[in-house]
């Protein structure tokens, strides 16, 4: 399985920015993205079901990041569109996935997830 993840870059306060990750290998039953700031630890963004029916987010980006799917024939893209960011979002995005049939809200726990990619960077100037 591989997981791909781009899109980070700089973006000012208040901005937008559309992350992708490409995933192929195997079929998951959920994708998520997790991301993580200098001397924090890993957090839950949000996480999609693989038929992309059901989301669930954490409470600091409701709202405001919204979390998709597309299935082709051998890859998935996993995107997350991410509208009024804020200093406090800067972070290395990591998107995620598993094979577990887990509740999807149970699914901020990112010790569920059997795949990472490698992390994109978002810095958000103020």
């Known amino acids: 399985v591989q997981l791909q993840a781009f899109g980070g870059g700089l973006v000012q306060a208040g901005g937008s920015r559309r992350l992708s990750c490409r995933a192929s290998?195997?079929?998951?039953?959920?994708m998520g993205w997790f991301r993580q700031a200098p001397g924090k630890e890993r957090e839950f963004v949000a996480t999609?079901?693989?038929?992309?029916?059901?989301?669930?987010?954490a409470n600091s980006v409701k709202d405001r990041f919204t979390i998709s799917i597309a299935n082709a024939k051998n890859t998935v893209t996993v995107d997350l569109q991410m509208n009024s960011l804020k200093p406090e979002d800067a972070a290395v995005y990591y998107c995620?996935?598993?094979?577990?049939?887990?509740?999807?809200?149970?699914?901020?726990?990112?010790?569920?997830?059997?795949?990472w990619g490698q992390g994109t960077l978002v810095t958000v100037s103020s």
């Open positions: 995620a996935g598993s094979e577990r049939s887990s509740t999807l809200r149970d699914m901020d726990d990112m010790s569920l997830y059997e795949y």
């Open positions: 290998g195997r079929s998951m039953h959920v």
């Open positions: 999609i079901s693989w038929s992309g029916s059901r989301t669930v987010y």
